[in-house]
C-alpha cells in the first residue's frame, strides 16, 4: 500500500542550529501540505504545494522556515536557526484530488533544546 | 480566514453512541472531513462531505448542513480502540486548503 515517507522520525537539535525535514509524497499526488502540530491541539497548515508551486504558506514564519519542492515530488522543510518554541510534530500529507482525504505520513518530532 | 470548534473533550462508554460537534466559518468552502488521530500516530481519514446530509460508512457516519455552517462525526457501538483524537478539517475551493479544528479527545471507558 502507497504511503507517505517522511524522515527522519526523530530529532533533537540544538536552539540556533539548522534543521531539515524530508517528504516523499504517494505517487501521482500533486498537492502536498506541511503541517506543525503541537501537543493536544490540531494540524496547523505551513505551506501547500501544488506540484512544484507554493499555493498557501500565509502561515510559515518565513525569516526561519523554507520549503520546497523542485520537481514536484518530494520536499524538503528547513528551519534555521531553530528556536525552542519550534519543538512539535511536523506532519507531511498528499492529496490526488478536491475530496477532503489528505494520507499523512508518521511525522518528524522535533525537539529543540 | 478559516475558523473551525469542536469540543475539547468528550467521553463514552463501550458500545455507546457519541457525536462530536463541528461548526466552521470559511470561504470558498467545499466540504468537510474527518480524521481520526491515535496518541503517537498520524492522522487517518475517516470520512467526507461536500454536500448536505449523512455519510454512512461502518460504525460511523458524519453529517454536513451547509446552511448553518456545521457538521458532527456520528461514533457508533463505540470499542476502547476508538480512544483518540477526532479532528474536523474544511476545504476550499480552486486550493485544495486543509485547515484542521483543535481536535475532540474521545475517551472511551469499559
Known amino acids: 500500500e502507497a504511503e507517505v515517507a517522511q524522515s527522519p522520525r526523530y530529532k533533537i537539535t540544538e536552539k540556533s542550529q539548522a534543521v531539515a525535514f524530508w517528504c516523499d509524497p504517494i505517487?501521482?499526488?500533486?498537492?502536498l501540505y506541511w503541517y506543525r502540530q503541537i501537543l493536544g491541539q490540531g494540524p496547523e497548515l505551513l505551506v501547500q504545494f501544488q506540484d512544484e508551486s507554493v499555493v498557501d504558506d500565509s502561515q510559515l514564519p518565513k525569516d526561519r522556515f523554507s520549503a520546497e519542492r523542485l520537481k514536484g515530488v518530494d520536499s524538503t522543510l528547513k528551519i534555521q536557526p531553530a528556536e525552542l518554541g519550534d519543538s512539535a510534530m511536523y506532519l507531511c500529507?498528499?492529496?490526488?484530488?478536491?475530496?477532503?482525504?489528505?494520507?499523512f505520513g508518521q511525522g518528524t518530532r522535533l525537539t529543540v533544546v | 480566514g478559516q475558523s473551525l470548534e469542536q469540543p475539547s473533550e468528550v467521553t463514552a462508554v463501550e458500545g455507546a453512541i457519541v457525536q462530536i460537534n463541528c461548526t466552521y466559518q470559511?470561504?470558498?468552502?467545499?466540504?468537510l472531513s474527518w480524521y481520526q488521530q491515535h496518541d503517537g500516530g498520524a492522522p487517518t481519514f475517516l470520512s467526507y462531505n461536500a454536500l448536505d446530509g449523512l455519510e454512512e460508512t461502518g460504525r460511523f457516519s458524519s453529517f454536513l448542513s451547509r446552511s448553518d455552517s456545521y457538521g458532527y462525526l456520528l461514533l457508533q457501538e463505540l470499542q476502547m480502540k476508538d480512544s483518540a483524537s477526532y479532528f474536523c478539517a474544511v476545504g476550499s475551493y480552486n486550493t485544495d486548503k486543509l485547515i484542521f479544528g483543535t481536535g475532540t479527545r474521545l475517551q472511551v471507558f469499559p
Open positions: 505517487s501521482g499526488h500533486a498537492t
Open positions: 470559511t470561504s470558498g468552502f467545499y466540504g
Open positions: 500529507a498528499s492529496s490526488s484530488r478536491s475530496s477532503g482525504e489528505a494520507f
